[in-house]
């Protein structure tokens, strides 16, 4: 009952966390699409303004050009020429202002296009109506000029009208006064017929504002004129006034900015010029990360590794000057000298160092202890191959050990013997034990060989070598052979463990390009030359099996210069 409980709970709240996440994925990507929806719209909103902005400009500066020839030409025309033009020029101004669209950029229109049709449609209305102005202004102010009838009597007439339209002026705010008093709530309701009769007056205020500053200003100017009626003097030549010209599109440029501030507030806004900014440099470091290494590696295989096959082969025997003894070769020609557990007679005066875990059986009588380095002298080479808390093996009188890798179904263990006299250049990661005198040291030495090129393209500037007498017990997977380097043998790096010091080793570029461009071959393959010298390989090698990362001075180096660079 218990168990049935549990895995009932345990489905309802597998489903529950389901439906949870389903549900947060879901808002997620609904607040995405808004988001989107918001910001494409608000984008087309803005360029639709900012096109309709530039196109009243460049409609307004060529109407600015036209009334400036228009106007100046009408300065030493008759009276009546010039009232005929002002009088055109006002019905012009009647018939724009009549088109006025106060919610035009207050108001969502249905969709882009229609917005670009209105705001072009509206800001060239409002930069004509702008021109119209100051050349019925000026037409007015060139008509009085010119006139011929006395001045007080101007002034008085202008003085009446401008008394005229102010009060008209009054009375239209008091009929809108009344109108809202009557219906303060129908008044403010758009759709009702109070809400379209008070437009109508805010519409005719709007023209009687116009038309008493016109009135207003032109008394202004008779007054000024008959100060002294005996210098009444021309305007000056028209122009149009270019700052008011570009306030008449105040709120086209209200709009954008309201546009352009909404759109700051959207995330997608926010993000999209940084990245479009950093987008060229990023798509140019992708394709760097994809040919950098191509080339790089065209590069070393095909220039640098057939210069480093023809280099001089590194003799350790001759670095030395010491003529090494050969080691014994398997009879009957066979190089495999591994099996899956070995068995090893140690003799009285004999010592055994061996991994705990490769000691498979051993006589009871056998005295053991833990020996924590290899060599003391050697404490980082020892740590670095593994060669630590090690088993000691002694015994008085002769036994019989069993080395076995129990802890790995695919190594083999092989027993090499250095006979006194000998010496194998050996790496010590293949390493699992030896056997050796008691009384004597363990003759091991290290010998770095800076000034050796094959040293330095296959990053192994130091070696490590194993001097007899001496048993090695090497470990290698599926197999360790040895075999006599003869006139010259290639093997993978990855699979040497070791060669004697008579041979003179060097390095030899991969067959094919193909297999190195793709990571499945290591540029670089160990070369073994000299009649009596043996070299000691792993068949199926797991260290370095993926070339390029540390199997070659050429591969580590780019691998490096990759991985500093992010690549």
């Known amino acids: 009952m218990r168990l049935l409980l549990t895995a009932i709970l345990r489905f309802l709240l597998r489903h529950a966390l389901q439906f949870a996440l389903f549900i947060v994925i879901l808002l997620a990507g609904r607040s995405l699409l808004a988001e989107w929806r918001s910001y494409s719209a608000g984008s087309e909103a803005v360029a639709a303004l900012r096109q309709a ?34 009088t055109e020029v006002q019905a012009q101004l009647t018939a724009l202002r009549a088109r006025q669209q106060p919610s035009l950029f207050t108001i969502p229109l249905p969709d882009t296009h229609t917005l670009a049709l209105h705001a072009q449609d509206e800001a060239a209305r409002r930069v004509e109506i702008e021109v119209l102005a100051q050349e019925a202004r000026y037409l007015v102010a060139l008509q009085a000029a010119i006139s ?62 116009e038309v ?59 993000w999209r010029a940084p990245v479009l ?17 191509v080339a790089i590696k065209a590069c070393f295989y095909f220039v640098l590794a057939p210069l480093a096959s023809r280099l001089k082969p590194l003799s350790i025997a001759h670095a030395l000057n010491v003529t090494a003894t050969a080691l014994p070769l398997p009879p009957d020609g066979q190089s495999r000298i591994s099996a899956v557990s070995q068995a090893l007679q140690l003799k009285p005066g004999q010592r055994m160092l061996i991994h705990p875990e490769y000691l498979q059986s051993s006589p009871v009588g056998t005295r053991k202890r833990t020996q924590w380095l290899l060599d003391w002298r050697y404490p980082f080479t020892s740590l670095a191959a593994g060669m630590e808390a090690l088993t000691r093996l002694e015994s008085d009188a002769p036994a019989s050990v069993t080395i076995s890798a ?59 070598v194993f001097r007899g007498p001496v048993t090695l017990i090497v470990r290698g997977c599926r197999g360790v052979r040895l075999e006599r380097a003869g006139q010259g043998r290639s093997i993978s790096q990855s699979a040497t463990l070791g060669f004697t010091t008579d041979v003179l080793y060097s390095t030899l570029r991969s067959e094919t390009f193909l297999p190195y461009l793709r990571g499945q071959q290591a540029l670089l393959n160990d070369r073994f030359d000299g009649g009596n010298g043996v070299y000691l390989y792993e068949e199926t090698p797991r260290h370095g099996k993926q070339p390029g990362k540390v199997g070659s001075w050429f591969e580590g180096f780019t691998d490096a210069i990759l991985k500093v660079f992010g690549i």
């Open 53 to 86: 902005s530039g196109s009243a400009s460049s409609h307004g500066t060529s109407l600015a050009e036209a009334a400036t020839l228009s106007v100046n030409a009408l300065r030493l025309a008759s009276q009546a020429s010039i009232a005929t033009r002002l």
């Open 148 to 209: 011929g009838e006395d001045a007080r009597q101007t002034l008085a007439r202008l003085h009446a009208e401008h008394v005229s339209a102010y009060a008209a002026l009054q009375h239209n705010l008091a009929r809108r006064r009344q109108l809202e008093a009557q219906h303060p709530l129908a008044a403010r309701l758009p759709g009702s017929d109070a809400y379209a009769q008070l437009s109508r007056l805010e519409a005719e205020g709007q023209r009687l504002r």
């Open 212 to 270: 008493n500053l016109q009135a207003y200003q032109a008394w202004l100017a008779q007054r000024a004129r008959s100060s002294n009626t005996t210098n009444i003097t021309r305007p000056a030549p028209f122009a149009v006034d270019s700052a008011a010209l570009t306030g008449a599109l105040a709120p086209v440029q209200k709009a954008i900015a309201a546009g352009e501030e909404q759109l700051a507030r959207n995330w997608i806004a926010r």
């Open 277 to 293: 900014d950093v987008a060229p440099t990023a798509a140019l470091l992708v394709l760097s990360a994809i040919l950098l290494p």
């Open 406 to 464: 129990s802890d790995d179904p695919l190594l083999e263990v092989a027993v090499v013997h250095l006979p006194a006299g000998s010496a194998l250049v050996f790496q010590p990661r293949g390493l699992v034990g030896l056997v050796c005198d008691s009384g004597q040291p363990l003759a091991i030495s290290s010998h770095w060989r800076l000034g050796s090129l094959h040293a330095w393209l296959t990053l192994q500037l130091r070696f490590i």
